[in-house]
């Protein structure tokens, strides 16, 4: 079974700062990619990061030079550095992991965190 733990969220002033971490646990495999959602009220999840097996990343236009995606793939973790937090960074995140899976045959499997609330408020 496996399991996304996401830890970091919480209430911060514009401009503050916040990290979120991402554990994937319970007998993964290997991972493909490692990626950041995010869910304001009433609008669609979006992309927020998106980093690759080779370290390749990709950025939401909205969080360009603000925020930074890193992995320890050794620890199946992914964080999400956020500077400069602003008013409409406000929103659930959520972590996505690809697992690749080799045995019987080759597949992938893709896995979703419960959320982390990132409320960034004066």
């Known amino acids: 079974q496996v399991q996304l733990v996401e830890s970091g969220g919480g209430v911060v002033q514009p401009g503050g700062s916040l990290r979120l971490s991402c554990v994937a646990s319970?007998?993964?495999?290997?991972?493909?990619?490692m990626s950041w959602y995010r869910q304001a009220p009433g609008k669609e999840r979006e992309l927020v990061a998106l980093i690759s097996s080779d370290d390749s990343t990709n950025y939401n236009d909205s969080v360009k030079g603000r925020f930074t995606i890193s992995r320890d793939n050794a620890k199946n973790t992914v964080y999400l550095q956020m500077n400069s937090l602003m008013s409409e960074d406000t929103a659930v995140y959520y972590c996505h992991v690809q697992e690749h899976s080799s045995w019987p045959f080759p597949y992938e499997t893709d896995y979703w965190g419960q959320g982390t609330q990132v409320t960034v408020s004066s």
């Open positions: 319970g007998g993964i495999d290997s991972i493909n990619y």
